[in-house]
RNA sequence: GGCCCGUUCGUCUAGCGGCCUAGGACACCGCCCUCUCAAGGCGGAGGCACGGGUUCGAACCCCGUACGGGCUACCA
């Protein structure tokens, strides 16, 4: 049985004000047994699993914020699958809420997306025909939606003040039970409905929940059966007193009209399904496929919120982390491929993603992991890369100028490999401390490296055997540095690890340092043997 | 309160009735490598929430309980 959407089958049609280019009905409807007519028979949804001929899938956003780190992963399953399905990845931006919603906003969510590589087929700047892709651009198309539903009976206007309905739930939770809206307004006539709104009472719309649907079940992508008894659902409200509709209906209305096949999201919307599916019904729209996903939590087993820290993705973006890192990782929570793939590309993301992979229990937020997972990423940077991004550290920082960037670089490059893999996030708190030695006259010396290394007998001697040795080479790079810096220990009788350790600190100024003979290149033998000979007068006999 | 979802090492997960004396990764501990710090290698400790069923056999199926989460707004 297939669901017949074309225009002329509605009920009610469209095309009355002249909306046609905003609500087109989805071109083919070919979802399979998710999306039969109301009334559906309880056993009609088996198989829901089954992917459409055309996925086309949406992330929808608040502006109200920044793109944070749970919007994100739903933001990159959905994007997945629809790469993975060879579909179509539509951005919507739910703007309703107009105290909070701001463009600043939006371009930073759409800034944080791109970031991330997640590039969408239709949306914001990039257009598509099933736009506009602002909710507060569609209102037309929620009140001709609500036309239908006013027409076909399965909305009626209430009377309720907000005082009533909140003593109703007051006696209704006390009681137990259901809490609901009591549907008074249900019963008035609508001749005397008619009336009450020509005499210009205030009201909103209600969905009317059919009396004799079944139960409401769904086959979600990720869950499994779910069942909700039809006796527990509200007539919840679709349009509010100012007559603008409420999230629930609009975003049954827009996933309707841009052809939305499969709908991925937190759940945190799961209990929001079977009223969604209410309206989805009376607007004898299919009912799309759904997918729960769960939330992330914080450390405390609470949902992730500013509290635990640094929420948005451009907050890990200035703070060091890759893209290719976060994206991996928030991918990886709540997903996987296999028994023991922990890191993957963009590619093999696209490749694998599969719903049925999802896990159901929600996961905690884990900055550790990111980091290891960042730092494997650092390391397999491109050198160039890594220099690129490191020059404006340097520059900040006061140790070098832009031009560096040039007449260095192959200096510049040299230095990644002693550096990459003692880095984490790509910060200057990381990198600058680690390389300023290197672009100083001469380095701080660092006190207590002085007193547990220098202050040491023996040092010295070790110091003048280096200083001697190395002012003899000729080619002052790693390996030869290394052979002779090896024979001091001999020649002085003090101990290897004293010995390079003494060098360190005279040249670096601390215990801890980059890989010493290869730093020695680096500064250069000039640099190298004024260093330690500065250092001299610091070091024990 | 009602409805819904979830529960495998501290954390993310593999497992979809016998391949499990439960595998991998992060973190942790130890050893190795080693000029420090890293990186890397090797090894270790650590888990099926609990209680009943079903079955020859259960981490896997069913039912309870406990705990966590979500929804229950003229928020999204």
Redesign the pocket.
Known sequence: MTVGLSSRSRPVPFGIHSLHMHICAPRSPTLRPNALPYPPHPEAYPGSLLVTDNVRVRF?P?P?GHLHIGGARTAIYNWAFARHHGGSFVLRI????KE?STDENTQAILRAMRWLGLDWDEGPEVGGDRGPYY?TQRSENYAVALETLKANGHAYP?F???EQ?EAQ?ET??T???????DRTCRHIQSAEAQERIAAGE???WRVKVPDDRGDITIE?AI???????ID?M?D??LA???G?????F??VVDDWQMGITHIIRG??????T??QITVYEALEAPVPIFA?M??I?G?????LSKRHGATSVEAYRDEGILSEALLNYLA?????I?????LFDRETLIREFDL??V????????P??L???N??YI?DMAVDEFVDRMVPMLVNAGLAAPEIAEHSRDWLRALVPLLA????RMIPDEIVPKVRFLFVEFPEMDPASVDKVLAKEGAGTALDEAARLLEALADFS?GPI?EAL?QVPEATGVK??LA??AV?VAVTGT????????SLELLGKVGALARIEKARPLAAE
């Open positions: 929808a608040s109200t739910d703007d309703t809420d909070r909710q209430c309720c003040t907000a309905l739930r209704a939770r009681v137990g039970g259901f809490s609901g809206y205030p009201h909103v979600d869950r499994g059966t779910v069942t909700w008894p527990a509200d919840f409200i509010r007193t100012d603008t509709p409420t999230y629930m609009a975003t759940d945190d919307h799961l209990s929001n079977p009223r729960h769960s939330l939590f450390p405390d087993g609470k949902r990886l929570l709540g997903w996987s296999d028994d023991k793939t922990t049925s992979r896990s159901k229990n929600p996961g905690i937020w884990d550790e992991k980091e290891w997972m730092g494997v390391r893999e003692r880095v984490r790693a290394e090896r290897a690890k390079f350790q360190r215990m801890v340092s980059p890989p010493l003979f290869e």
